[in-house]
């Protein structure tokens, strides 16, 4: 099956707060609809869905001062954030429904827990049953539990890295506004081994982002068995058709 993330950047205008893309979305869910009309091998599996925040999360969470170690026990921060979250995830949700994608919502915040030492667990007991039912679940980065520190925030990478793991995705797809990790000339790194060879080029991002980054991103991916590929929306068809575009991450 694939693991697939729309990130925040690309189907919102990450700079005007809760300001859809809608143009980018659109692109994006006509990709995945055209995609599963004819699957690969390897969607035949299924497909699990994930978006990240873009311009609806990262503004309320650095306001309320909510990061992925700094947590908040004001339930007035827990609502804005998980709020504008869902409320991106029904966007999201809709543009794939009105094409025919079985896309059902699955809202991190009621599953999934950070233990005190700050590692992320969640169970995928849900979402493997609604993947053998035929839906297409979609999770999006959340406010999430946290042991010791009230409630702090899960980006879509983290959710990206331990649903793969955890289902034992075939492929991972990252769909972000750049063509792939990007090196000090601006040229598409092809394939990353280790932290260490791009660690000079990789960056935060250039929006308010309180979850970190490209570096964040690579960080997470190195981490798993299965290949991952960073690209644009360009790329996406093709990646779901099969193809390796931008970065692979090994
Ligand atoms: N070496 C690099 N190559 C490519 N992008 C980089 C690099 N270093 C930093 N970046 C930044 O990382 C951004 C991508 O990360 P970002 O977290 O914004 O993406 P996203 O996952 O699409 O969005 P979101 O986090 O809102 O879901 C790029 O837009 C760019 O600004
Ligand atoms: C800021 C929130 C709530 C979600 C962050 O998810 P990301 O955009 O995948 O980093």
Redesign the pocket.
């Known amino acids: 099956m694939i693991v697939l ?6 189907v ?1 205008d ?1 700079d005007r707060a809760e300001t859809l893309d809608g143009e980018a979305l659109d692109r994006a869910a006509d990709a995945v609809a055209d995609a599963l009309a004819v699957p690969s091998e390897a969607l035949a599996e299924g497909l699990v869905v994930v ?4 311009s609806f ?2 503004h309320n969470a650095s306001e309320h001062g909510v990061s992925t170690i700094a947590g908040t026990r004001d339930p007035t921060a827990v609502h804005d954030i998980h709020g504008a979250m869902t409320t991106l995830n029904r966007f999201v949700l809709s543009r794939l429904l009105e094409r025919d994608v079985p896309a059902v919502p699955v809202h991190p915040f009621s599953a999934g827990h950070r233990d005190a030492d700050g590692e992320f667990h969640l169970p995928t007991g849900q979402v493997a049953t609604l993947l053998a039912e035929g839906f297409v679940p979609v999770l999006h ?1 959340d406010v999430i539990a946290h042991a010791g520190e009230g409630v702090t925030i899960v ?3 983290e959710l990206v890295a331990e649903l793969a793991r955890a289902l034992e995705a075939d492929r991972i797809g ?5 063509p ?4 000090a000339d601006d040229r598409v ?1 092809e394939r990353i081994e280790s932290y260490g060879t ?1 660690a000079d ?7 308010t ?1 309180v ?7 690579v960080r997470a991916l190195l981490e798993l068995e299965a290949d991952a590929s960073i690209f644009g929306l360009e790329e996406l068809e093709g990646f779901l058709e099969g193809a390796e575009p931008g970065t692979t991450i090994e």
């Open positions: 993330k729309l990130g925040g950047s690309v919102t990450k978006h990240g925040g873009g999360g990262h980065g980006s879509g990478d990252l769909c972000s506004t750049v792939g990790v990007l090196d790194v791009v080029v990789l960056g935060e991002s250039e929006s982002d979850t970190g980054g490209m570096a964040a991103k």
